[in-house]
């Protein structure tokens, strides 16, 4: 909200904008605007927009999370959805699940999380079973194999193009590169499994931004 104050006489015309907002969540984070036009996320928002990642997810959901969340609706910039993805990284279940639920509290609370899910859930997953009864129903056609393997193709390529748009912010940022250069290694090289590597580079990465985050400041 801006608010404009009468001027003294004698001195030139100011102006004091106020700007309030409200936070939610337990990140204390600002109450979500759409866009940047001052409106409030409304709940139905919500579950069109993860209802849309759900449907369009064939390249995995978290491919269309970030292009909805972020690049469409801007609800979350890049850093933010960042953060939310690496906190998912160590909750248990399927990674998408979690962000459609911090995303949702984020931005309405425990309600909007509960409509975040209803959309990612109801419709899309009883369409998904549907279709994949019916795939595995006629698997051995050399024509659906053909498809199923273009859209594996498809799909990684999207996975390693969000990827590298995840870690764009951090581009100027030597460590993060590093810490990402180690992570694809031990993933793609020497083949370990996730948890092994998100607990063996997590605290490393935590101890060396600690230490280089006071130097960035005062530099």
């Known amino acids: 909200m801006f608010r404009q104050f009468g001027n ?66 801007r609800w979350v910039d890049d850093q933010e959805f960042a953060e939310i993805l690496t906190l998912c990284q160590f909750m248990p279940g399927p990674n998408i699940v979690g962000i459609t639920i911090c995303v949702g509290s984020r931005l309405r609370g425990p309600v909007g999380a509960i409509a ?22 006629y698997a051995h056609r050399p024509i659906l194999q053909n498809i199923l393997g273009g859209l594996s193709s498809a799909a990684a390529g999207l996975m390693i193009a969000t990827g590298i748009r995840l870690l764009m912010p951090h581009r100027r940022r ?36 600690s230490i280089t985050s006071p130097r960035a400041r005062t530099s």
Do not use: N, Y
Request: proline letters at 4%; one cysteine or more; charged letters at 15%.
């Open 116 to 137: 975040a899910v209803a959309g990612f859930i109801l419709i899309p997953w009883t369409v998904g079973l549907a279709f994949g009864s019916l795939c595995l129903h």
């Open 174 to 209: 030597q460590t993060a590169l590093l810490f990402a250069a180690l992570a694809f290694t031990g993933m793609v090289v020497a083949k370990l499994p996730l948890l092994v590597v998100l607990l063996g580079l997590a605290p490393l990465s935590i101890a060396v931004a």
């Open 8 to 73: 003294i006489p004698g001195q030139k015309p100011t102006r004091r904008i106020e700007f309030r907002c409200k936070t939610v969540g337990r990140w204390g984070v600002t109450q979500a605007l759409a866009s940047g036009r001052g409106e409030r996320i409304t709940l139905a928002a919500l579950f069109v927009g993860f209802l849309k990642v759900s449907l369009l997810g064939f390249g995995g959901g978290l491919v269309w999370a970030r292009r909805i969340v972020v690049d469409q609706k």
